[in-house]
């Protein structure tokens, strides 16, 4: 039996590892051909962006066999400590699916290999050590040209994210098991991946639940939980109901019995929590409010209409890449500096949401900087009573690919 050679993946975080990585993995595992030639790596390398709960999905990817967390590819990458525990082999194949595209390159380096270097990025730097860049669209092609990078070097394939997509349960189905009537509209609250942001959106949310529910008949709102988050820092959020001082939030209980999880709070309301993601409930829902990041763009592509909420009230707690990711970390004047980064930021930068990035034009709301709880129920009860979120609904139809972009990949890297 001939020794397989490596396909090393390196990503940054929970959007990426679901919607990048995973469907990369499922189309190389689809190809015996090709699966019985590569040992699959999954690396994640640190990022302001990650959770630091990648492993509880990233560990569990049919068909990788091997998940390098953060702490332990840093000590790989400085000592040289651990690389024989993993015998990588001298050739193969090193992919970045997300992050900065310097990992991989300084990884190959440390385990002297000769691997051919691909990447699906949207990143700058690096891009001379990389044999091909996938690019989801011309706008991104021509930065890379803008920065002197080889034509033949940029292949576009559509947002990878597409690819991710899965239907498990049809509309009727999702209601039925709700118990949703007809005439109700299921609006869905989605927290966020990352502990740090989850624990104090998730008592403000519950503020805003608490409002609609009171000011509008037919409305059934639930919660998404993300893999990424454990049933403890929900507890730990609700916790903070009444104590966050950046915004009104209210508290409420957990309560898990069996398969079922519900929040109880203000005077006998409940709220459900929802697990399984997007692909078992997208299907059923009429709204969503969540914050930015790849949730965002995987509702645009299954024609969800949105509000995108991206608060600054806790400036300390945004994630940012670069020099401004490290601001926040100046005693005293840490908070104020990084307020006024993240406002200049904003200035240059008028959109937080993926599709409005993508499209350079407000495709669905948004809410941003310094905002009330009261702001976000305004918003949402006016986007619901005018039925504003139809009209959202039908400017999501422009996010369309008539073709799967990881087919693009595996048929380019593969050569097949």
């Not at 609250?189 to 037919?218: A, E």
């Not at 309301?269 to 059923?284: F, I, R, S, T, Y």
């Amino acid at each position: 039996m001939s020794v397989r050679k490596d396909l090393i993946v390196f990503s940054n975080g929970p959007g990426e590892i679901s919607t990048w990585v995973e469907p990369v993995v499922k189309a190389v595992r689809s190809r015996e051909d090709i699966a019985k030639q590569y040992r699959i790596v999954l690396i994640v390398h640190p990022c302001p962006f990650g959770s630091g709960t990648e492993h509880l999905v990233g560990e569990h990817i049919e068909g990788v066999e091997h998940f390098i967390g953060p702490r332990e590819y840093m000590k790989m990458l400085i000592t040289g400590m651990g690389r024989r525990r993993y015998a990588f082999s001298r050739d193969g194949i090193i992919f970045s699916l997300g992050g900065d595209l310097m990992h991989p390159v300084l990884f190959r380096r440390r385990i002297r290999g000769r691997h051919t270097l691909y990447a699906y990025s949207h990143n700058a730097g690096w891009e001379k050590h990389y044999s091909t860049i996938f690019v989801r669209s011309e706008y991104v092609r021509n930065k890379y040209l803008s920065r002197g990078v080889p034509e033949k070097k940029i292949v576009i394939t559509g947002d990878l994210v597409y690819s991710s997509l899965r239907f498990l349960k049809g509309r009727n189905e999702i209601r039925r098991d709700l118990g949703i009537r007809d005439d109700e509209l299921m609006v869905v609250f989605l927290p966020g991946s990352r502990d740090y942001m989850t624990k104090y959106v998730l008592p403000v949310f519950l503020k805003v639940i608490d409002g609609l529910t009171d000011r509008m008949d037919g409305l059934r709102a639930f919660f998404m939980k993300s893999p990424y988050i454990s049933y403890d820092l929900i507890e730990e959020g609700l916790a903070l109901g009444g104590r966050i001082k950046e915004a009104e939030s209210i508290t409420g209980t957990l309560h898990r019995d069996g398969g079922r999880c519900r929040i109880g709070f203000s005077g006998g309301k409940v709220v459900d929590v929802l697990e399984g993601q997007l692909a078992l409930w997208g299907a059923g829902i009429d709204f969503a409010v969540s914050l930015p990041g790849t949730n965002t763009i995987q509702l645009a592509y299954r024609g969800i209409p949105t509000l995108v909420i991206a608060p600054s009230n806790k400036p300390e707690i945004v994630p940012m890449e670069g020099a401004i990711g490290m601001v926040k970390w100046i005693p005293l004047l840490g908070k104020a500096l990084t307020r006024l980064a993240i406002n200049a930021y904003a200035k240059r930068y008028p959109y937080t949401a993926l599709p409005n990035i993508y499209m350079q034009e407000e495709i669905v709301p948004e809410l941003s900087g310094v905002i009330t709880t009261d702001d976000v129920t305004n918003r949402v009860h006016e986007i619901l009573s005018r039925g504003e979120h139809e009209r959202i609904r039908e400017r999501l139809a422009v996010f369309q690919f008539p073709f799967n972009p990881v087919d693009v990949i595996v048929q380019t890297v593969f050569n097949s």
